[in-house]
């Protein structure tokens, strides 16, 4: 699960908890009710100043939101059975997918894929 889902889930959860409406929060919050819907549906990953006003405007601080995205994620990755101890560097993963391409490049698998090293013979 990517961070906007997560955020725009909890941002739907709890505008729905609270029964108000995607026009009543775009309108407090200042935002266009097409960028909202994207948002709650994880399309778009809102800045900081766009998030504090789209909490204020459902009476959420963001720190209590993102506790509730954190306990999401962390309930997603349990399911999906990843271990998020092993992480690969975005810059590490790029690299290794540009060498994988090169004849006579030997190039190491992701260590969160558990697979065997890869090598070109």
């Not at 955020?7 to 407090?28: K, N, Q, Y």
């Not at 509730?68 to 690299?95: C, F, K, N, W």
């Amino acid at each position: 699960m990517l961070l906007r889902e997560a955020i725009g889930s909890g941002l739907r959860e709890v505008r729905t908890a609270r029964r108000r409406t995607l026009r009543d929060i775009s309108r407090a919050a200042r935002v266009s009710l097409g960028y909202l819907s994207e948002v709650e549906r994880g399309r778009k990953e809102p800045s900081s100043e766009l998030l504090a006003a789209i909490c204020e405007a459902l009476g959420v601080s963001v720190p209590d939101l993102l506790t509730i995205v954190a306990a999401e994620m962390a309930t997603s990755a349990a399911a999906a059975g990843r271990r998020d101890d092993v992480l690969v560097p975005i810059g590490q993963r790029h690299a290794e997918l540009r060498l994988a391409g090169r004849p006579g490049s030997v190039v190491a698998a992701p260590a969160s894929s558990g697979g065997p090293v890869a090598s070109a013979a």
